[in-house]
């Protein structure tokens, strides 16, 4: 159950862990911190996941999908920290809603963190 391998999580980083989905993992922290799971009840489906960029100011899920051929996921974006804007909304962590192809989202990071996941 136990190996020499560790995984470091650094402030701010998404970490795909899929990998492990049918291993035992255990964390040890060695000062405070919070992190977030997601997982599916079904562990065998499959999600895309990044963090939106601070370059990002616009997101148009049209130049997504180009490489995602046929697609028929859903797409959500996820406040994970801070207060950033979409659309002018102001949103605080867990907020999170559904984004539509064809639709375009103004975004302001304003020092927040936004994850994209997206149902492959």
């Not at 795909?16 to 992190?35: G, N, P, Q, T």
């Not at 797409?75 to 801070?82: A, E, M, N, Q, S």
């Not at 207060?83 to 962590?93: A, C």
């Not at 375009?104 to 020092?111: A, F, P």
Request: hydrophobic letters at 35%; charged letters at 30%; a negative charge.
């Amino acid at each position: 159950m136990f190996t020499e391998d560790h995984i470091e999580f650094k402030e701010r980083e998404l970490v795909d862990l899929r990998k492990y989905v049918h291993e035992y993992v255990m964390s040890h922290a060695s000062e405070d911190f919070f992190i977030i799971g997601f997982n599916t009840y079904d562990k065998y489906q499959k999600w895309d996941a990044r963090l939106i960029s601070s370059k990002e100011t616009e997101l148009d899920l049209r130049s997504y999908y180009d490489g995602v051929e046929p697609f028929t996921g859903r797409t959500f974006i996820i406040c994970l920290d801070g207060k950033p804007i979409i659309n002018d909304k102001r949103l605080k962590r867990y907020d999170y809603s559904e984004v539509f192809f064809g639709n375009s989202y103004k975004i302001d990071l304003n020092g927040g963190v936004l994850g994209l996941f997206v149902q492959c």
